[in-house]
């Protein structure tokens, strides 16, 4: 398809399955970057970038939104908005949120991000529970929670709508911050409309940068009063635009055609787990519990195994002591991921 081909002058020698977010802007990406239409978005006056976030917010049925620079700052201007420092939040123990951002909850929300049982991808309800009647008893109070749809660490698992459920109904004082990163892989694979998933959320975030292919960027949605308290912490924390729209130019299209082929990375991802469950057995991964586009399996010498792809012309990486990871993607065709196969069948 010509719209999920990478510019023919800058071919892939190797096959990347590192990350989604090695994924290049695509030509169509390109033109619209170049003829965008901007301004200077401190002043409201960037077009581009207010398309961007009108129509992200009407795809996750929320009032407004706003661009951000990436998913962690999306995550950490959300912590900043809903909480004030000294607050408890909860979060799954495997989450972005807590893990991954160099405990910026910590820094800059002077927050205490509790963790909590997230195995399988799903917050441990009657943990969060406990944790409530906790807080409660000690005279406070959990002012926020945290989900991740989908789970990144533990597979790309779509959030399970029941567990929403429950956790709304178990903090309807606490606000509910959705990592939505990769919420459209959750929704192509679930067909769970991305308005029902942000539905159990006070805030929303999404990445454009990921497999939706634009090159920088985020969105945060949520009511327009929250919307307006997070334009400041944006600001606050350096990530005010100006001519943004350049940027917005490509989330536009990411959002506008780059969603639903999101099912080809699903289905290349599937036959990748089926090569790792042949060569270490079905044990070591299930294919079925592979349902979006990451691929995740235990392995006792992990730099070994990844040396040995590397050796191939493949790339791939660790999420966790002892776990490969390996993230399918549009800059990745069949043929590129034959290679993947053939690799992972004479891997050690
Ligand atoms: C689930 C999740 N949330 C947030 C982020 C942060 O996004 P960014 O790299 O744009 O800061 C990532 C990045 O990989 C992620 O996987």
Redesign the pocket.
Known sequence: MELTKTFSDMPRSIVDLR?D?VTRPTPKMRAAMASAQVGDDRYGEDPTVRELEEEYASIVGKEAALFV???????QVALRTWTTPGDVVLAGER???LQ??RMGGAINSSVQIMPVSDVGGQLDVVELAKQQEMFNFLGSSVKMVCV?N???PAGGVPADLEVLKRIRTTFPGAKIHM?G??LFNAAVSTSVDPITYASYADSV?S?V??GLGAPVG?LLAGTRDFIEQAWVQRAILGGQMRQGGVLAAAGLVALREMRERLSEDHERARRVAIAVAERFGAGCLDPESVRTNIIIFPHAQVDKFLDFLRERGVLGGSVAPGYVRLVTHFDVDDQQLDVALKAIAEAP
Do not use: F, I, L, W
């Open positions: 990350s977010t620079p990436s998913g962690t700052m999306a995550n989450q972005h949120v991954y951002e991740e989908t789970h990144m990592d990163a990769r975030m990445c940068s990921k985020s």
